[in-house]
């Protein structure tokens, strides 16, 4: 009887890293490669920033001993400087300031503009107040109540003048209105806009009542001649056309001599 022959294989079975040992040895070689440069490239950028926020603190640093160096100078110039002198050259500089932003030249330009029609300006004033704001007094007149309110809205709508105080309003003997009006200015003007002026038809200048004249004058004055009224033309009447019953009426014929065809009896 004959042995059985028996297949032993007592080595163990063949793994991936011995199959493919070579190409992932590479593979871990490469990652690592990939993990150390970035590594190397945030420890860069870490000292690049850190370098960088270093120097900019020195330059504070340098900025701050400057500021605080200047602050000792301003102190003891303002210690050494007088007040009372100085007040007067620092009011004049402020009130040129304010001329420079706000000319008669702008403030004239804007009340043309919201001029309207039937309605004059008599003066204008300008001032400051207790706040060191300009204020423009406009004296004026209008020919009926809607010229007044419509100038008083065309100040309204323009944006240079901060308010609009009516003060006085007062109805004229002859007819139409008095007013005077305080506009306060903004502090900061806005950029001069041009806008159209509003024209109205031609009308004759307001009604100015006749000064009484001094007594002196009026003693040595010769008294006017009154005139006489022309006394009335009387025409004569007509006489009526006389007419015979008993012959019937006439033929009348045209006048070779009369003008206007005057007829005459045959």
Partial sequence: MAVPVLQLNLAPRPSLWRQRHLALGWIGLGAGLLVLAG???FTWRAYHQASRAGRAAVSLTEETRRAAKQEQQLQASLQDMDAT???????LAERILQER?????????????????DMRMK??????????QVVLKVKGEARTRQAEAAFVEALRTTPVFAQVVLEREAERS???????????????PPPFKARAIKLGPAQPPLPVPPRPAPAAARSQAPPAAIPLPAPPVVRPPVPPPVVNEEA???RRRPSRNRP?????PQ
């Fill in 248 to 250: 019937g009426p006439r």
């Fill in 85 to 91: 002198r100085e007040q007067s050259r620092w009011k």
């Fill in 123 to 132: 003066g204008i004033q300008r001032s400051r107040s207790n706040a060191q």
């Fill in 39 to 41: 590594a190397i490239g």
């Fill in 101 to 117: 932003s706000l000319p008669w030249s702008r403030l004239t330009a804007e009340l043309e503009q919201c001029m309207v029609p």
């Fill in 174 to 188: 002859g007819g139409g209105w008095d007013f005077e009006i305080s506009l306060p200015t903004a502090a900061v």
């Fill in 260 to 264: 206007g065809g005057t007829t005459e």
